[in-house]
C-alpha cells in the first residue's frame, strides 16, 4: 500500500542521514586507523639515521686510540714483567763479579787560561784512515811515527809506508779475550837515546830498538809491586835526562779487558810508579788513585 505523505521521508531528510551516516563511518574509520598507528608505533620505533659529522669521527678515533694505547700498555707491562723477574731472580743467585764504591766529584775548574776551549782540531788531517786497527799512542822521531794498535804490534810509519817494528805478546788476536796473550801496547815515548819506551797493558814496561826492534823488558807485570800486581799498565812518560820513568797501574784487580767494570766498580787501587833506569828499582810513588790512565811531564 501506498504510504501517507505524512510518513513518508522528504529529500531534505534523506539528505541528512546520508551525511550522518557518512560522517559516523568516515569517524570511526579515521580513529580506528589511528588507533592502529599508535599501536605500530608502540610495536617498533624506526632507529633513527645517524648522521656522521666530524666531531664523531674524531670521538670514535679517540675512543679506537685509547683502547689500543690499553691494549699496548698492557702488552708491555707483560712483557717487561716477564723479563724483569727472571732477571732479579738470576741476580739473587749469581754473584756480582763488581763491588761498587761510592764516589763524589768535587767542583770542576773554570774553563779559563790552558783550559779554554778552542776549535784547533777541526783543521785536523786524518792520516793512514782504515789502515791502522786503533792505534794509541804516537811518538815520532823525525819524520817517522811509531805507534802500539789494537792487534798487539808496535808499527813504523816511514816515507807512508807501514811496517811492523815489533810485537810484545803472542797468540792469536782480533778479539778482547784474547787480549792478554795478544797483548795491547799503549804508552810509548821517545828516550833521550832516541830509543822506544813502551807499556803494554798486560806485559809492563819496555824499551825498543826503532830501527832493529830489538826488545828488551824493564820492569815484568808477573812481578808484584809493593804487594800488588800489575794488572793494568796504561801510560807513560820520562824526565828530560832519561834516567827517571813514570808510568801508571790503572788496577790490580782488573784488566785491560775488563775496563767496563773496572769503570762501574770505581775502585780506587790504581797506582803512579817509578822506574829508575840505572838502579833498575821500581817505587810507588803515588796510590790509592782511581783509574789513573794518561801521565806527562
Not at 599508535?38 to 639515521?49: E, I, S, T, V
Not at 679506537?64 to 731472580?89: E, H, K, Q, W
Not at 824499551?207 to 793494568?232: D, Q, W
Request: aromatic letters at 6%.
Amino acid at each position: 500500500p501506498r504510504s501517507s505523505p505524512a510518513s513518508r521521508p522528504t529529500p531534505r531528510s534523506l539528505s541528512c542521514r546520508v551525511e550522518s551516516s557518512l560522517l559516523i563511518s568516515v569517524s570511526r574509520r579515521a580513529v580506528h586507523r589511528n588507533m592502529n598507528e599508535a599501536d605500530g608505533l608502540r610495536q617498533r620505533r624506526p632507529a633513527r639515521p645517524q648522521v656522521l659529522t666530524e666531531d664523531n669521527a674524531a670521538q670514535a678515533g679517540k675512543e679506537s686510540s685509547t683502547y689500543s694505547n690499553r691494549v699496548f700498555r698492557l702488552t708491555f707491562m707483560t712483557l717487561a714483567a716477564s723479563l724483569i723477574i727472571p732477571l732479579f731472580g738470576a741476580l739473587i743467585f749469581l754473584d756480582c763479579p763488581i763491588d761498587p764504591q761510592p764516589i763524589s766529584f768535587k767542583e770542576p775548574p773554570l774553563l779559563t787560561g790552558v783550559l779554554e776551549p778552542n776549535v784547533k782540531l777541526r783543521q785536523a788531517e786524518k792520516l793512514f784512515e782504515n789502515q791502522l786497527v786503533g792505534p794509541e799512542s804516537i811518538a815520532n822521531i823525525g819524520d817517522v811515527l811509531f805507534t802500539g794498535t789494537a792487534d798487539g804490534k808496535i808499527l813504523k810509519i816511514e816515507n807512508g809506508k807501514i811496517s811492523t817494528l815489533a810485537r810484545l805478546g803472542h797468540g792469536p788476536c782480533g778479539t778482547r779475550e784474547d787480549e792478554p796473550t795478544c797483548g795491547r801496547p799503549l804508552g810509548i815515548r821517545i828516550g833521550p837515546n832516541n830509543t822506544l819506551f813502551v807499556v803494554d797493558a798486560y806485559y809492563g814496561l819496555f824499551e825498543i830498538n826503532p830501527i832493529s826492534g830489538a826488545v828488551r823488558p824493564l820492569v815484568s807485570s808477573k812481578i808484584p809491586i809493593e804487594g800488588k800486581n800489575l794488572s793494568f799498565v796504561n801510560d807513560l812518560t820520562m824526565t828530560q835526562d832519561g834516567r827517571k820513568i813514570y808510568f801508571t797501574d790503572s788496577s790490580s784487580k782488573w784488566q785491560r779487558k775488563d775496563y767496563p767494570l773496572l769503570i762501574m766498580e770505581a775502585p780506587d787501587d790504581g797506582r803512579l810508579l817509578e822506574y829508575d833506569t840505572v838502579t833498575k828499582e821500581v817505587k810507588v810513588l803515588m796510590e790509592g788513585l782511581r783509574f789513573p790512565n794518561g801521565v806527562q811531564l
